[in-house]
């Protein structure tokens, strides 16, 4: 059975806009290749990060939302650790108050921008 999950990863700053996209891609691009749908995606930009992590203070926060089994999370993740342009990441299990709330904003911002 399938569960909702959310990845929140932060990308290196040295990486260029085409660097940036290519190891997005790359993690999209694995998830469905190992059966997990994506269920939204969004990109906040360059953010200063609470501390430094290797010596750098920004990086390029990525957010997935998906639905897969249990067991391919261990294996998601080593494949993030394994990413040198990885500096964090972190994946949730999204219960159903998480996942009515993650719309509800979505909604929302949808909405503002029109």
């Keep these: 059975m399938s569960t909702r999950y959310e990845t929140v990863f932060i990308l290196t700053p040295v990486l260029s806009d085409d660097q940036v996209k290519e190891a997005v891609t790359n993690v999209k691009d694995f998830l469905k290749k190992n059966g997990a749908t ?54 949730v299990k999204m219960n159903k108050n998480h996942i009515e709330f993650a719309e509800k904003q979505r909604n929302k911002a949808a909405e503002a921008s029109n």
């Design 38 to 91: 994506v269920k939204h995606q969004s990109s906040w930009g360059l953010k200063k990060l609470a501390y430094p992590i290797q010596n750098k203070s920004t990086g390029f926060y990525q957010l997935f939302e998906f639905e897969a089994d249990g067991d391919f999370i261990s294996k998601f993740e080593l494949e993030l650790k394994r990413d040198e342009r990885m500096l964090r990441f972190l994946t």
